[in-house]
Nanobody, 121 residues
Framework: QVQLVESGGGLVQPGGSLRLPCAAS????????TMWARQAPGKGLEWVSG????????YYADSVKGRFTISRDTAKNILYLQMNNLKPEDTAVYFC??????????????WGQGTQVTVSS
């Protein structure tokens, strides 16, 4: 079974930065897509970013493009989300996921427990 553990969340001021790591374990080698999604209070899951295992191309939601960067450490099996110039609307629980593709909504996908990010002054 796939197991994903996010961390690195916390309170940050608008304009600040955070880096979220996600450690993966289990039989994940057969799934090439990794991604981040978030859920704000009272809202549904919003896809944020995705990257394939080879790390060649990255994909981003319009709301975070130019501010967030997704990356992988394939040797240690860790997925990262670098978040810069954070805004209050970025406040949400952030989840890392594994699937065949790089967007949320696949027939088979796995998600971690999530880590809370709060952007407030």
């Amino acid at each position: 079974q796939v197991q994903l553990v996010e961390s690195g969340g916390g309170l940050v001021q608008p304009g600040g930065s955070l880096r979220l790591p996600c450690a993966a374990s289990g039989s994940t080698f057969s799934m090439h897509g990794t991604m981040w999604a978030r859920q704000a209070p009272g809202k549904g899951l919003e896809w944020v970013s995705g990257i394939y295992s080879d790390g060649v191309e990255s994909y981003y939601a319009d709301s975070v493009k130019g501010r967030f960067t997704i990356s992988r450490d394939t040797a240690k099996n860790i997925l990262y989300l670098q978040m810069n110039n954070l805004k209050p609307e970025d406040t949400a629980v952030y989840f890392c996921g594994k699937a065949w593709g790089v967007v949320a909504g696949a027939a088979e996908e796995y998600w971690g427990q999530g880590t809370q990010v709060t952007v407030s002054s």
